[in-house]
């Protein structure tokens, strides 16, 4: 049984589906429809980055992709809930500029299958943050109210201002990999007296697009002398080659 007040909620506001207008039993849940749509990543995967492959396609060692094994990623291992396609932009971009910030616990459940190992390691959870302007437009950084969700859940210290961007970036989509390297290039710091030496760190993001903007977190965070950084992700753009 509900507490009352949630039974009163209920009545008043029914919940309704992460994605739609459909009635759910609960807050942050799917739908059925809405459920069968979303594409969650299951293998194959690479190892690394998390990025889904093809099937049957071709993976170099240690099942990585050919990113992966030509310039390793700073952080050890990421990994996502789905692929970010139209059902993930449903769900995830009226999160990031309306006001639906209670779709973060909803969002954040699905993340725990995919990072349950991660998350078993981790002593910190640490949001990639948002330029202060684009976090006074938007009102919340949507990155930071995942890692709260999750870090809620699962009992760990949450650092959300640990990283901070010390410059606005142009957005990277559609910049060459040196490009948006040079963009990012001394655009994240860690905020002094936070202290993450010999510490396991998980990065939480809501899209991971490149990766690049992660790698540059965790380059940081070890700069720092951070034990290993990991990342967690609502949803992941699959290599643009393959779709
Ligand atoms: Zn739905
Ligand atoms: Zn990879």
Redesign the pocket.
Known sequence: MKPLFARIRDTLLPPHCLVCDAAVGDDGQFCLACFRQASFVSAPF?A????PLPYGGAVGAGG??A??DLVPPAFTQARAALRYDETAKRLILPFKYADRPEAARGIARLMLRPGADMLAAAQMLLPVPLHPARLRARRYNQSALLARELARMERLPCLPDALIRRKATVPLAGLGLAARQAELHDAIALRPGVEVRGRRVLLIDDVMTSGTTADACAEVLLAAGAARVDVLVAARVADPRFE
Request: glycine letters at 12%; charged letters at 35%.
């Open positions: 690479c690394r980055c998390g990025v990585r992709c990113r992966c």
